[in-house]
């Protein structure tokens, strides 16, 4: 193709967006491009695209430009080479087609379901058509994954930029629509391994240059895609699904030199900022080799940092380096500004990161301060930090200072009306399970909730009653606390300091559970029926807790009124024929009244 094919500068044609016009324009760019002969219909095209402002035209325009544009990268019009003229027609297509993807990036936040489904297919479409043709261009033959297409992707998907459709009102205003979230998700972020790689790794570049003070929506976009991620491998050879087919093929052992297999760009392409940069933070991230991963290593070996592209996509230990680095990139983004939005994303992060994120970090104690952090902050974001925070001890050897006199902290009024009380009772029964721990610091724990269910609805007592008795049955220094003598006195007064904090100096073993005692003579027949096991023999084993985390009122409505009834409740048969006796005798002289009759009187 020669440089004089390129459209007249100063000149455009005008053209009609009916369906003729736009097939006709298709043929005529499809028949230049096997010919070897004048693009220009090619511009005409774009501009259809552009200007059209009803959605069916613009579905016809954006697949017709689809099956052009599949056409020109088939004939390697894309391929680095030639001469000068070559090179000035592949940057003209280049940017026709920047144009184009842009159109489709800006289509994800359009109005039109339809719409936002069809650019998304054909943007990933185009990804593999264009990543196997710079395969294809490689010297030597090596699979090839083209990043600078993939960026507009990315941005799309997290900053997204409002529908550039005349007509079309930003209803989602910069946020990720949610059908072509779950469509990216469910179709290639979950499925192909060299989308998830690419994606985390382009996240870390848009958070670093979209900051969420100016883009808001960035970090709740990014938080809905990853906290969706539950297929991460855990083994190389699940490393095994590919979007872009060629990178499926083994890589080579070694490295041969620093280009060997990484990212090409043309000179035409646009630029790929820091593409071309030694991936240097791979070297934090490089996990330090042992036996037994070695052993099972069935994929690429070697230091991440020294692995090029084609290398990383097989190697667990590079996809778990960007993993983490993504998490790394993204948490201190929460903490930095103290916000109801901030907190909810905590919240959402917090409720995976025991068992989504950690397993699957390098090093799980880089997040460490950020979990102590969010441990300190308390109410909701503490009690789902703790979950967190106790894998990182169990699992990791963690080293956490006064961890007793912190969970002790959390035992306040409002955390039997949480959302979350069910796995706190689950996480502290497991931490006041130790046979060493000091009889004093247990005591504190049992007197500190048994006061707590003076005020503490029916469904938080039915939890605190049988959870009471596991730990007196599990530690039988602690049943001095429901036969303390002294309470028989009448000028007994209860030694426990409620407002201590330390749990180890509060008195409460020498204090009694009256508290749970008085839930005898309770309203709700299920909390009366459980406060009185303690006046039982401790022959039972113990609850267990899972029956009793998820009462609710609902629930205990529900039992209550499915309980069959053994013994008719005594009634009054006798028929009273006045049941109000009059109010006074001049009430008595009228017929028909009586004192609750007067009250009805007006006037």
């Known amino acids: 193709m020669h440089a004089s094919s390129l459209p007249p500068p100063a000149k455009r044609r005008k053209t009609k967006g009916d369906k003729a016009c736009l097939k006709k324009l298709e043929l005529e760019v499809t028949a230049a491009a096997a010919s070897n002969t004048s693009l220009n219909p090619l511009s005409d095209l774009v501009n259809l695209a552009l200007e059209a402002s009803d959605a069916k035209e613009m579905s016809k325009a954006i697949y017709s430009l689809y099956r052009v544009f599949v056409v020109i990268i088939s004939n390697d019009k894309l391929a680095p080479g030639g001469g000068d003229p070559a090179k000035v027609v592949r940057k003209w297509i280049w940017e026709r087609l920047d144009s184009y993807v842009e159109l489709l990036v800006g289509l994800l936040q359009d109005e039109e379901a339809a719409l936002r489904k069809s650019a998304l297919d054909i943007l990933f479409s185009l990804l593999r058509h264009l990543s196997t043709s710079l395969t294809k261009s490689s010297t030597p033959n090596q699979p090839q994954f083209h990043f600078s297409h993939f960026k507009h992707i990315a941005q799309g998907l997290l900053v997204c930029p409002p529908s550039p459709r005349p007509g079309s009102t930003a209803a989602l205003e910069g946020k990720t629509a949610p059908d072509v979230r779950e469509h990216f998700v469910d179709t290639w972020f979950t499925v ?17 240059k979209h900051s969420p003070a100016e883009h808001p929506n960035v970090l709740g976009n990014l938080l809905s895609i990853m906290e969706r991620l539950t297929t991460f491998p855990t083994e190389p050879s699940e490393l095994n699904a590919w979007w872009v087919e060629e990178l499926g093929k083994k890589p080579s052992k ?10 090409i760009q043309d000179e035409e392409m646009p630029d790929l900022d820091d593409e071309g940069e030694e991936d240097d933070w791979k070297k934090f991230f490089d996990e330090e080799p042992n036996a037994k991963d070695m052993k ?18 097989h190697s667990l230990q590079a996809h778990r380096a960007v993993f983490t680095r993504a998490w790394l990139n993204f948490l201190p983004h929460l903490s930095s500004v103290s916000t109801s939005a901030n907190r909810t994303f905590t919240t959402r992060a917090l409720n995976i990161m025991h068992r989504g994120v950690l397993p699957h970090l390098t090093r799980p104690m880089f997040v460490m301060d950020w979990i102590s952090a969010c441990v300190d902050f308390g109410g909701t974001v503490g009690l789902l930090a703790l979950n967190a925070l106790f894998i990182l001890i169990k699992d990791y050897n963690l080293d956490y200072p006064l961890f007793y006199t912190r969970l002790y902290a959390f035992l306040d009024r409002d955390v039997l009306h949480l959302k979350h009380r069910a796995r706190f009772f689950r996480l502290t029964e497991v931490f006041l399970s130790s046979t060493h721990l000091p009889s004093s610091l247990l005591a504190s724990f049992v007197k500190r909730l048994s006061r707590l269910s003076l005020t503490a609805p029916p469904a938080a007592i039915v939890m605190i009653v049988p959870f009471t008795y596991n730990l007196l049955k599990r530690h039988p220094a602690l049943m001095v606390m429901i036969h303390n003598a002294q309470d028989l006195n009448d000028s007994f007064v209860d030694p426990f300091l409620p407002d201590e904090v330390n749990p180890n100096v509060t008195n409460a073993i020498d204090s009694s559970l009256w508290e749970l005692y008085s839930h005898r003579h309770h309203y709700e027949s299920a909390v009366s029926t459980l406060a009185r096991i303690f006046e039982e023999a401790f022959t039972k084993p113990g609850y267990p807790m899972e029956d009793f985390l998820d009462h609710t009122y609902g629930t205990l409505i529900e039992a209550e009124l499915g309980r069959k009834i053994k013994r008719e409740p005594a009634l009054a048969m006798e028929l009273v024929k006045n049941p109000f006796p009059p109010a006074s005798n001049e009430v008595a002289e009228a017929p028909g009244l009586d004192a609750v009759s007067t009250l009805w009187v007006f006037g």
């Open 192 to 208: 192909h391994d060299d989308i998830r790689w690419a994606f985390l790794r382009e996240a870390i570049s848009v958070l670093s």
């Open 254 to 263: 070694s490295r041969t030199s620093k280009t060997d297999g990484d990212y």
């Open 296 to 313: 099972k290593a069935a994929g690429v070996k070697g230091r991440t940092h020294q692995l090029n592209f084609h290398q990383s996509l």
